[in-house]
């Protein structure tokens, strides 16, 4: 059975260009320490500089100011870390920021029923905090902030903006310059690199402490001997960023033949917003369904989809992320995600159409009893 | 065409052996686990009934097997269901059987209809008990091991349940069992068991329904009504416990033979006064024919107990039961389960207790006493 993958929102696949810069550090007898002075030593450095560089152009940034890191959630963690004073987050970040939104002196800022910061609420908020995270592109429903006029006001009231860009890479275009960003999140996973390696951007001048100390690594801003291997795939995937980008806006045409094709047969309720989303994301309830019974019929059937961001017992409780937006639990626990990729194609979403045709109705059954 | 069969997986060997039976019989097996309750999988263990385990376990066995595995977050529906429940039953001065709700509600109600929606056929767990169709409609019998049985925590389930349910390890006994996890290499062969119910790992219920709701103190009486001491709340008690009561030692051996969730008041008494002639249940569920009228049955009051012979004096909605032999501690919030006398291994269905009668049982006791 030829599987057909819409989870591209939890990680993309590896891509040809990532697999193969990175088969060159997978040999047996590789030998990789980049901190070493002898030739050995410096072929990797040279590896993971050309990765930096890389990494760096795709959000139009200086190398230097890249610290790689062992994913996203590090990064965030090495964001959110590094300020004292009250922070303020957004509502449906990503659970490596939400867990700092728990702590004493952070404030949470409201979004609306589209997963939009409320500015105003957000400017109530950022009286007297040191630092404002909020993420460019939500993962579950795929909402994008305007995280310039975000900016502005973080910065009228004197806070520093981190942004989550972690769904955004490879999706649409970032600029750290134009975005207002002082940090900046990306990871390697969600833009057709390895798991397991993200990177940090710190802007330029800004004075940002030791996250893991022990080491000279990342200019003694993160320990650790390189990840040599995720960081030269991460890199790879970074140099088709703007290749990236440009098919994921004609993905929105593919979207929305799905979003069509499902109204078509059932009543759908949609999460994600029809203006201001990623260009792949999609997140239908198939009401009354409960999204967790359509979610393992598709895989079932050979589809890959989501029920919302993945937990660790492998369950879902209903999403904060919905909830946030105004949703009840009823309805949140509804929700199917959607989230297309490169490689998605009209046959794969007529296909997946008629699954959806015979697996709906069956799960409405359900809730027959 | 492939029957497909959802497995309920705890994660413990009897559910990880139910998949491999299902699997070794040719079905196309999805493998599922209840998420049921945060406070579940905080210690390891598998439990009397089918505690759900870590889903690591269960996802490790379904990938052995080579078969499809989900977790189902049931936690909403178990707390309703179950665990609210629970304390309420304790609350109102009962002793609950949660086992029996869990399997009605849970499994054979909710996760029954999710394989119904998936397109499968049957749904089959991990109980020690035996489904036999001769004809006239699925029968529920006891576990070849009488040791594993579980018959006692399943006559809750409807015969239409039933028609769609598989218990694969009822005809094999513990060894068995354990033999057929070895050959699979499952990964669960060896592990050890636990008596305790799943959502209270340590087994210390009274602190569990402190912590869901708030004990008034109470009265330990006599019979006639002296008190004798003073308790923290009635969920403390059951009908039968010895220990706890509260009074001064050296004197008769003192029991606790009446729960009075209304006044607070735990009434004790001798070994004598714990013996009761009959129950009272009601909510009954028969699988097959209701008992008739003076029809011989074999009686069983609690999961440990050994099955008694008594007649039926009334069965219906409710149950009247008379025992031929007056038996001790019949607890209201367990539930009654009957076995045909002529046919011992078939159970025949049952109710929850509501009372136990002391004198001789007579029709009109259900009527007068609810």
Not at chain 1, 103 to 117: L, N, P, W, Y
Not at chain 1, 346 to 364: F, G, H, Q, W
Request: charge should be neutral; hydrophobic fraction near 40%; include cysteine.
């Amino acid at each position: 059975m030829k599987r057909i993958y819409l989870d591209h929102n939890a990680t993309t696949p590896l891509s040809a260009a990532a697999a193969k810069a990175m088969s060159d550090w997978c040999m047996p007898g590789t030998i990789a320490n980049a901190s070493s002075v002898h030739a050995e030593g410096r072929a990797a450095r040279h590896a993971v500089s050309l990765a930096r560089e890389q990494v760096a152009q795709s959000i139009r940034a200086r190398p230097k100011d890249i610290v790689f890191t062992s994913g996203a959630t590090e990064a965030n963690h090495m964001a959110l870390g590094g300020r004292t004073g009250p922070i303020v987050v957004s509502a449906i970040e990503h659970p490596s920021i939400a867990v700092h939104g728990e702590q004493e002196h952070t404030r949470i800022a409201q979004v609306d029923q589209f997963g939009r910061v409320d500015h105003h609420h957000l400017n109530e908020q950022l009286v007297g905090a040191s630092l404002c995270s909020i993420m460019l592109a939500n993962n579950e429903v795929g909402t994008v902030q305007n995280i310039e006029a975000i900016s502005n006001l973080c910065h009228q009231a004197g806070a520093l903006l981190h942004i989550d860009g972690s769904q955004a890479l490879g999706r649409i275009p970032i600029d750290v310059e134009s975005l207002g960003a002082d940090l900046l999140t990306i990871s390697g996973h969600k833009a057709y690199g390895p798991p397991g390696v993200g990177a940090l951007w710190i802007r330029p001048g800004l004075d940002w402490p030791t996250f893991i100390p022990g080491g000279h690594q990342e200019r003694g801003r993160r320990a650790g001997t390189e990840n040599v291997l995720g960081i030269v795939g991460f890199g790879a995937a970074a140099a088709t960023v703007p290749a990236l980008v440009e098919r994921f806006q004609s993905l929105i045409s593919l979207r929305e033949e799905l979003a069509e094709g499902c109204r078509r047969f059932w009543n759908t309720h949609r999460f994600s917003p029809l203006k201001n989303c990623l260009p792949n994301t999609l997140t239908l309830g198939f009401p009354p369904c409960d999204g967790e019974t359509i979610l393992m019929s598709l895989d079932l059937q050979g589809v890959s989809v989501s029920t919302g961001s993945a937990c660790s017992a492998g369950s879902l409780d209903p999403s904060p992320v919905l909830l946030a937006m105004g949703h009840t639990a009823e309805t949140a626990r509804t929700a199917v995600r959607f989230s297309l990729g490169v490689d998605t194609s009209t046959d794969d979403i007529s296909s997946v159409l008629d699954i959806l045709e015979r697996v709906v109705p069956s799960a409405a059954k359900e809730l027959e009893w | 065409m492939v029957k497909k069969a959802v497995v309920a997986m705890s994660g413990g060997v009897d559910s990880s052996v139910t998949a491999a039976l299902m699997v070794e019989q040719g079905y196309d097996v999805v493998g599922i686990t209840m998420h049921l309750s945060d406070e579940v999988s905080k210690v390891e263990q598998t439990g009397t009934c089918c505690a759900p385990d870590d889903a690591h376990d269960a996802r490790q066995v379904a990938a052995a097997l080579g078969i499809p595995h989900y977790v189902a977050n049931y936690k909403k529906q178990f707390k309703t269901a179950v665990i609210d429940r629970f304390v309420r039953d304790y609350a109102n001065g009962n002793t609950p059987s949660p086992c029996v709700r869990c399997n009605d509600v849970l499994k054979f109600r909710l996760l029954l209809q999710r394989a119904r929606a998936l397109g499968a056929d049957i749904l089959a767990t991990g109980h020690y008990a035996r489904i036999i169709d001769d004809g006239n409609g699925p029968r529920l019998y006891r576990g070849i091991d009488h040791k594993k049985d579980q018959s006692y925590f399943l006559f809750g389930a409807q015969t239409d349940a039933l028609r769609q349910v598989r218990f694969p390890v009822g005809e094999l006994n513990k060894e068995q069992v354990r033999e057929v996890a070895r050959r699979h290499n499952l990964p669960v062969a060896n592990k050890p068991e636990s008596q305790d119910i799943c959502f209270v790992p340590d087994g210390d219920y009274a602190s569990f329904v402190e912590k869901h709701h708030t004990p008034e103190p109470g009265t330990v009486v006599d019979k006639d009504g002296n008190t004798l001491a003073t308790h923290a709340g009635v969920h403390r008690f059951t009908i039968g416990q010895r220990r706890g009561l509260g009074l001064p030692g050296g004197g008769p051996k003192r029991f606790v033979i009446g729960i009075s969730a209304g006044n607070g008041q735990i009434t004790v008494g001798g070994e004598d006064d714990l013996l009761a002639n009959g129950l009272h249940a009601d909510r009954c569920n028969w699988i097959g024919p209701t008992p008739v009228e003076g029809q011989p049955v074999l009686a069983r009051v609690r999961h440990r107990s050994v099955p008694v012979p008594a007649t039926v004096v009334k069965a219906g909605g409710e149950l009247l039961v008379q025992f031929r032999d007056p038996i001790r501690a019949v607890a209201p919030g367990q539930a009654a389960v009957l076995y045909a006398a002529d046919e011992p291994e078939r159970v025949l269905g049952g109710g929850w207790i509501r009372s136990a009668i002391r004198d001789d049982v007579v029709a009109g006791d259900a009527v007068c006493r609810a």
